[in-house]
T-cell receptor
């Protein structure tokens, strides 16, 4: 079983739509959680960290559910520029052990 | 702004050559990482370092070695390149997280797309 699992998509949505991604993790001792965005043939870039209380940054909201061991990312009012692959990353409390999901591809269409 | 730079964006090497990939970060981060990313396999950790001259194997260290002589610089070495090492190589850095308390976010370099023929 993979440490971190994501639906690979693609999610094809129209501009202005709300879209949500989930990511499940297998180790209940996981400590830190992140969402990264990766554009085609580019490096991953930090989108947001995910805190226990949930956090919001503009159109983006991240939530953590420790009981069910998943994190989510909600994107409201999708823009064409949101088209990318979104990576879920989990750290298990050892500073070196970051586990990456395989990514969820989002296509926002006009 | 955190800046992580890698020595080459694209590299073409022949089978059997020794290949050096260099990574430099300017944020005084303790941790540095080397990953490779392949379609369908995601990012896989090759090696990481938490201090000068310190290194730890990741999930796929075979065929690779690393060197960290200065805090800001982390080199990945392919001792004898093979075609199955054709990949995108990503360097990352982060602050040192206290063991058991979770890690800090990683910052990535632009990547080196290596082709071995």
């Amino acid at each position: 079983r993979k440490e971190v699992e994501q639906d690979p998509g693609p999610f094809n949505v129209p501009e202005g739509a709300t879209v949500a991604f989930n990511c499940t993790y297998s180790n209940s001792a996981s400590q830190s959680f992140f969402w990264y965005r990766q554009d085609c043939r580019k490096e991953p870039k930090l989108l947001m960290s995910v805190y226990s209380s949930g956090n919001e940054d503009g159109r983006f909201t991240a939530q953590l559910n420790r009981a069910s061991q998943y994190i989510s990312l909600l994107i409201r009012d999708s823009k064409l520029s949101d088209s990318a692959t979104y990576l879920c990353v989990v750290n298990e409390g050892n500073f070196n052990k970051f586990y990456f999901g395989s990514g969820t591809k989002l296509n926002v269409k006009p | 702004d955190v800046k992580v730079t890698q020595s080459s964006r694209y590299l073409v090497k022949r089978t059997g050559e020794k290949v050096f990939l260099e990574c430099v970060q300017d944020m005084d981060h303790e941790n540095m990482f080397w990953y490779r990313q392949d379609p369908g396999l995601g990012l896989r950790l090759i090696y990481f370092s938490y201090d000068v001259k310190m290194k730890e194997k990741g999930d796929i260290p075979e065929g690779y070695s690393v060197s960290r002589e200065k805090k800001e610089r982390f080199s990945l070495i392919l001792e004898s390149a093979s075609t199955n090492q054709t990949s995108m190589y990503l360097c990352a850095s982060s602050l040192w997280g206290m063991d058991g308390q979770g890690g800090y976010e990683q910052y990535f370099g632009p990547g080196t797309r290596l082709t071995v023929t």
